[in-house]
């Protein structure tokens, strides 16, 4: 077997494990490695943690509940992969995950929004996920179901007389009617399963999207919990159709996806979607740095930043929060928090805080060696993304060896002389040497074939990276 053979057999061994949360801290770190380079401590700690979590499920009940999380804190200069080791990680579990700011919940006098809101979010989203994976087990069915009402709609069922003595009479006349209703009926299905059909337009009653809503704001946190009045009021207000013509491919889709609806149990979705939370949620908490002032200052913005920081406390160290799908306990949701930490410190956080934080990993910044591999390893690096945008055009980009350690080389310059945004830097490095390729294809360029090198790069760049005033706008 090839070498190339057992990489992919070893991957695809991974995915049919990651479906089963069976992924080893080894493999979790490996996997990480396809999407960010370095970091090599904080991928270990987030990935003992997803292990953790599947070790958790396993072990008996009497202790299974004393098991708490270890939350994380990331620390680390902007652009070096905080967020994305805590998105990637989320995709691998396939577990519920929301990312929001921290300095979302403050202003100057508090007008932020309520910390409980992340919780609510991450529900929604768990709800999301479970409906969507409940919609495509019985998809199938689903369209079976939705090709007999396209079938109904085409070829009408023969109507029956209401008097029972005429049915009598009448009884031969009805069965060739109905032998030939489903004759015709069959020849219709392979029709439509062959696609022969997909033009024609038919009338299909559809749901209405028109459903009133009632948001509810107040001061107990019950913010943004809209609440539907179908629900409320239940049969008082039945589901509104309305007529609408389309094709038969169009309704295909729109038939399954209604009747997947009637299919799935929703109250045991909810259910399931809320022990998912629960279970193994992750919310990551960006900017956590913004809401720490400095010891000693007891006035100001500081008292809002402690007031979030204690708001934040319970949400984190375990309590039960209202979302319009049930109560919700946050007691093994894993948080991640991460900052810079420019003009503050983790000690400036409350210590009540701190403790809820225990591993605490900082991230290196970005040197011109890591950067030659972003660009080039991942499998969504930079380089293969523009290449699959230019081979829309027909245009086949490449990227010399020379060409990429001087990006490289630039980018590393123009952060130690600017401003340090790590891998971000790459984004406006690329966006500005390919700016007229991109903006002259297709309509200019007549060469197929372009050619990245360390002369053009210099050639397109170096005025920019000179001039440290137009860097500062530009880079």
């Not at 029972?164 to 020849?187: G, M, P, V, Y």
């Not at 299905?189 to 209405?208: Q, Y």
Request: net charge negative; no cysteine.
């Amino acid at each position: 077997m090839s070498k190339l053979a057992e990489t992919v057999k070893k991957h695809v061994d991974i995915i049919k494990r990651k479906d089963q949360g069976e992924l080893t801290p080894r493999e979790i770190v490996r996997e990480l490695d396809r999407y960010i380079i370095g970091q090599d401590n904080a991928k270990k700690s987030v990935a003992i943690a997803l292990r953790n979590r599947w070790r958790r499920q396993n072990v008996s009940d009497e202790i299974r509940d004393e098991i708490l999380p270890n939350n994380i804190i990331l620390i680390g200069p902007t652009g070096v992969g905080k967020t994305e080791i805590a998105r990637r990680l989320a995709r691998l579990a396939a577990a519920p995950f929301v990312k929001v700011e921290a300095s979302k919940f403050t202003e100057v006098g508090y007008v932020g929004r309520d910390v409980d809101s992340m919780v609510r979010d991450i529900t929604d989203l768990a709800v999301t996920m479970v409906k969507s994976e409940k919609t495509a087990e019985v998809q199938d069915k689903a369209r079976v179901m939705a090709e007999e009402r396209i079938l109904d709609i085409l070829i009408p069922p023969p109507k029956r007389t209401g008097f029972r003595q005429q049915q009598q009479d009448n009884d031969e006349q009805l069965q060739k009617a109905e032998e030939d209703h489903q004759s015709t009926r069959e020849k219709f299905r392979e029709r439509l399963r062959a696609g022969k059909l997909d033009e024609r337009v038919i009338e299909v009653d559809v749901p209405s999207d028109a459903s009133p809503m009632m948001q509810v704001f107040g001061p107990v946190g019950v913010e943004e919990m809209g609440m539907n009045l179908q629900d409320i009021f239940g049969n008082l207000m039945p589901k509104k159709y309305k007529k609408r013509k389309m094709s038969v491919n169009e309704a295909k889709e729109v038939l399954a996806q209604e009747e997947a609806q009637k299919l799935i149990d929703h109250d045991a979705a909810i259910r399931e979607a809320i022990e998912r939370v629960e279970n193994t949620g992750i919310i990551f908490i960006d900017e956590i740095d913004k809401v720490a002032g400095e010891k000693g200052k007891g006035s100001g913005p500081d008292v809002s930043r402690e007031g979030v920081q204690r708001d934040l406390l319970p949400i984190v160290e375990g309590s039960t929060v209202q979302t319009k799908y049930g109560m919700v306990k946050t007691d093994h949701i894993l948080f991640i928090a991460s900052g810079a930490f420019h003009s503050s410190k983790p000690s400036d956080l409350i210590p009540e805080l701190q403790g809820r934080f225990p591993i605490r990993v900082e991230l290196r910044s970005l040197g011109e060696d890591d950067f030659v591999q972003i660009l080039t390893v991942p499998q969504n690096a930079l380089i293969k993304q523009y290449t699959a945008l230019l081979k829309t055009e027909n245009i086949d980009i490449a990227f010399t060896d020379s060409g990429i350690r001087e990006i490289a080389r630039i980018a590393t310059q123009v952060n130690e002389q600017v401003e340090n945004i790590g891998a971000r830097r790459l984004h406006t490095i690329l966006t500005t040497l390919l700016e007229e390729i991109l903006f002259d294809a297709p309509d200019v360029i007549s060469d197929k074939k372009v050619t990245i090198d360390d002369t053009m790069v210099k050639e397109k760049l170096s005025i920019i990276v000179t001039d440290r005033d137009l860097s500062r706008y530009i880079l």
